[in-house]
């Protein structure tokens, strides 16, 4: 579910939204060499920080040693990015790219219809933060110690005024108060979720995914249920959009890509995941991400 497409199997993360169609006869490019000319008995190796262009297609490329498979990714602005293993020759990434454009082009087109649309936040009295899908305002105390956690009293959300008079101060407040409060929420879901997948619970930790609702690591070695990782603006949804978002994550304690088998594990499970998926696409859009103004 989320904007990677991989040579062989898919991510193990959720992103905030995911997203590109056309087919050409483009010639592909690489590093300013125009690949589809270039001399075979001399192929060009990929290198960090390429630019490839393929069929209508501009991409960067990203090369690791440590990878061994081809990927893409199509990142929340569409930008797309190539992940190629060192050493592999450009003609074997065009190959890869031009077998994956549908996919790449419908990811594009999605990213651009789901554009966040993210407002920012003022740290002043009255303001509206969400939390589970409800509305709180903020209440500035001026008796409040200045480095106190903000908390969620009779409905307000209690800032200190030097917490609301420096950006950064109050933004990493609000931002711990959604951590704390997200994880005791979320770690009373684990449980019955597990429980209902058939999985074994992982650890739990909410923390800024940048643009991932959340994501799953299995542990290492394979001892353990692995960790899930939830990301905090999450919880600014309604609960069952968490819910829907945890019971995703679960399923990768048992199956690690997006395959027929994960979403019918998932479907077993909560069978209107996909009403809930559409709906967290267009909710999540306009969830705050953390800009102070």
Known sequence: MDGTARSRGTARRLRRA????LSGQ??????????????????IALAEGDRLAVDGLELDVRVS??????ALT???DAAVTLHAPRGRPAA????????HRAWVVAKTAQRERTRPLNPPKRLV???????????YRLAVDAERPEDADVRLVAGRLLLSREQAGNPVRGRSALVAWYCRAGSEWAGGRLQPWAARMGVAEPALDV???????????PSDGGVGAGRMSLGWPLFQLPMHL??????HELAHVRVSGHGEAFWRLLGHALPEYEERRVELDELGRRMWMGEIV
């Open 18 to 21: 995911e997203p590109g169609v």
């Open 26 to 43: 483009a010639e592909g490019r690489i590093g300013g060499v125009t690949a589809a000319t270039a001399d075979p008995a001399e192929p």
């Open 65 to 70: 040693a440590r990878r061994k498979r081809f």
């Open 74 to 76: 199509v990142e929340m």
């Open 92 to 99: 074997d990434a065009l190959a890869f790219v031009r077998a």
């Open 125 to 135: 009295e009255g303001e509206a933060f969400r939390y589970l899908g409800r509305t």
């Open 207 to 217: 923390s800024d995914l940048g643009g991932r609702w959340g994501s799953y690591r």
């Open 242 to 247: 968490v819910d829907y978002v945890v019971a």
